[in-house]
């Protein structure tokens, strides 16, 4: 025993932006630090307890062998001339005991500024300065409309309060 009381410490923590009130076809963003989202979920767990109580159930909309969509390929080519393919977003459902989040799921290997940019899109914060103007802007823009119409189409979107004891399979069929 290391004699330390309460919650564990994260030597980095959770990269996860929320809005108020949850409900929407994006809630917020997680952007995790590495590539094995496994090793990173129980610290995300962990932060979402607060807002959404007990984890009932995720869901997600890939597969294990499904490539990450590579936001910063689509900046470099300035969005293919802005007739941009519109990849598949990675969408995490999280459903708690008081509620449900809809995040977009930034992969890792994202430049730190479009990262902080699509974390304050989906979130809908606000922008600080001329944030307008950055190219990482528009960039973040398209992203999350993708993320937006991904989730509004999905089955999973028809869930508008948690169902105690719902299963993913569950989820899908509402």
């Not at 590579?70 to 990849?87: K, P, T």
């Not at 430049?111 to 802007?137: F, I, K």
Request: glycine fraction near 6%.
């Amino acid at each position: 025993m290391n004699g330390m009381r309460g919650a564990r410490r994260r030597a980095s923590p959770v990269r996860l932006s929320l809005k108020e009130p949850l409900g929407s076809d994006i809630d917020g963003a997680w952007w995790p630090r590495t590539g094995s989202l496994a090793s990173e979920l129980r610290d995300l767990i962990d932060v979402l307890h607060t807002p959404l109580g007990e984890i009932l159930d995720i869901d997600i909309n890939w597969s294990a062998t499904a490539a990450a969509p590579i936001l910063d390929a689509h900046f470099a080519n300035a969005m293919r001339a802005m007739r941009w393919n519109d990849s598949r977003q990675r969408i995490m459902v999280v459903v708690g005991r008081n509620g449900c989040a809809r995040l977009l799921v930034i992969p890792h290997t994202t430049t730190q500024a479009l990262g902080r940019m699509v974390m304050r899109r989906a979130a809908t914060m606000p922008l600080v300065g001329d944030d307008h103007d950055v190219p990482e802007y528009a960039v973040a823009d398209q992203v999350i409309r993708a993320a937006r119409a991904q989730s509004a189409s999905s089955q999973a979107r028809t869930l508008d309060t948690p169902v105690v004891g719902a299963s993913a399979a569950d989820i899908s069929k509402a």
